[in-house]
């Protein structure tokens, strides 16, 4: 079956440490997106990246970084630069703007 | 940016009672997408709506957009415990190369 793969679904980071979010999606999109969901904040939109070793920042990129290698793969990196990382962190990814969003099954992410 | 208010922010409403959801836009809104989603869980796509006027149906939930395109509304009819969740309205704001806005949810209990 064809879909999104987030791991891990829980992840710890220690003070000063980067941790890598893993983004695997075998629906041959080729745009993909990062989100940020906090209680009561909707989501918010980290980076996306339309096309292979191409990608743009979105509205909270900061303390983030993404690399796009592959077009099934787009892992994201939380940095020690991030000081609120602790959060429920969703991929996505669509065949073409304007078609609807296929989302993975997220990645909470806290801090030690 | 577009904005996008959701209402009620939490809803209680006994098994078997209708209920509705609203999304409303500060621009007018080139997509409108419903999801739905498990606590702690992926996003799960409902319905998509384009047109002013327009109106979709699955099972007992009905999406509609006004003629202007900027306020959405989400129908449950006969509500049941397996329709409790969070519901998320996304914007198309313009091209979808960045993406989907979102509001920022309404979580729905259903009360047996």
């Known amino acids: 079956d064809g879909g999104i793969t987030q791991s891990p679904k829980y992840l710890f980071r220690k003070e000063g440490q980067n941790v890598t979010l893993s983004c695997e999606q075998n629906?041959?999109?080729?745009?993909m997106y990062w989100y940020r969901q906090d209680p009561g904040q909707g989501l918010r939109l980290i980076y996306y990246s339309q096309i292979v070793n191409d990608f743009q920042k979105g509205d909270i990129a900061e303390g983030y970084s993404v690399s796009r290698e592959k077009k099934e793969s787009f892992p994201l990196t939380v940095t020690s630069a991030q000081k609120n990382p602790t959060a429920f962190y969703l991929c996505?990814?669509?065949?073409?703007?304007?078609?609807?969003?296929?989302f993975g099954s997220g990645t909470q992410l806290s801090v030690l | 940016s577009q904005e996008l208010e959701q209402s009620p922010q939490s809803l209680i409403v006994q098994e078997g009672k209708n209920l509705t959801i609203n999304c409303t836009s500060s621009k007018t809104l080139y997509g409108l997408y419903w999801y739905k989603q498990k606590y702690g869980e992926g996003l799960i796509f409902l319905m998509m709506l384009q047109k002013g006027g327009e109106e979709k149906s699955h099972e007992k939930i009905t999406a509609k957009l006004d003629e202007k395109k900027q306020q959405s509304s989400l129908h449950i009819t006969a509500s049941q415990p397996s329709h409790a969740g969070i519901y998320l309205c996304?914007?198309?704001?313009?091209?979808?190369?960045?993406?989907?806005?979102f509001g920022k949810g309404t979580h729905l209990i259903i009360q047996p």
């Open positions: 629906l041959n999109h080729d745009a």
């Open positions: 996304g914007a198309d704001t313009g091209g979808g190369a960045d993406g989907l806005t």
């Open positions: 996505a990814s669509t065949r073409a703007p304007n078609e609807k969003l296929f």
